[in-house]
């Protein structure tokens, strides 16, 4: 079993109030594709991909990512997981403008031990992959949207995570680049065999996905 989530609950608690996101998810993964999460705004797609990623605990219910059961990790432990099989990419980047492409690329690599040098360099053939090589040295704040978007997608894949968790990766772009990044996306990701599970509201995309599921009323149920 690939990814496996059991009764997965997830509650947040406001003052005396408890405002009940996730009800009973389950969802079971058996071999590397492509799945979409779709569902309104509020529904708790970023609340699940959160508990996926080991950002966030669930309240009840049960996580195993490739069999190990990821309820039992101590906080140490959960970190070392994420670093390790986890991809992030989030709507709005996320990168560090203190560094420019090459060195946000490589970070998720310096942060698991490679040395800088090493780290620098594949970050280098990722930027190639997407013909990105006139960037390596750029600030981000020159990117366009887009090329900001592509270098996030880098950043998440460099390490050949386990799953890619992308929370409406292409929500900052127009059209036309919501469907080339997203074609990038998945081209990357397939050809070093991750996991990919997306959140969106792109309607364009999900004829993408090789399964989906829809966010509704705390249920999570196959979109077909
Ligand atoms: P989506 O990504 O589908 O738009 P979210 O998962 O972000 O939805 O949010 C689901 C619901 O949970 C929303 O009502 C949101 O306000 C609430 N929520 C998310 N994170 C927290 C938090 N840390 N504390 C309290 N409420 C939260
Ligand atoms: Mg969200």
Do not use: W
């Not at 080991?54 to 195993?64: M, S």
């Not at 799953?163 to 409406?168: K, M, T």
Request: charged share 25%.
């Amino acid at each position: 079993m690939l990814l496996s989530i059991e009764n997965i609950v997830k509650n947040f608690e406001q003052g005396k109030d408890t405002l009940k996101v996730l009800n009973n998810i389950c969802l079971r993964v058996d071999e590397k594709k492509n799945i979409g999460l779709i569902g309104p705004s509020g529904s708790g797609k970023s609340t699940l991909l959160n508990i996926i990623g080991l950002i966030d605990a669930p309240t009840r219910g049960t996580l195993k990512i490739d069999n190990i059961n990821c309820d039992i990790l101590d906080q140490d432990q959960r970190t070392a997981f994420r670093r390790k099989n986890i991809g992030f990419i989030f709507q709005n980047n996320q990168l560090l403008h203190d560094f420019n492409c090459q060195e946000n690329i490589a970070l998720p690599l310096i942060l698991n031990g490679t040395g800088y040098n090493a780290a620098v360099l594949k970050a280098q053939e990722m930027l190639e992959k997407l013909n990105l090589q006139e960037k390596f040295k750029s600030k981000i704040s020159i990117l366009s949207g887009g090329e900001k978007q592509r270098v996030s997608v880098l950043r998440a894949l460099i390490k050949k995570p386990y799953i890619l968790l992308a929370d409406e990766p292409t929500g900052s772009l127009d059209e036309n680049n919501s469907i080339k990044v997203f074609n990038e996306i998945l081209k990357l990701a397939n050809s070093q065999n991750t996991l990919t599970i997306t959140a969106t509201h792109n309607l364009n995309l999900i004829k993408k996905f090789d399964s989906c599921y829809k966010l509704e009323k705390g249920q999570l149920i196959e979109y077909t």
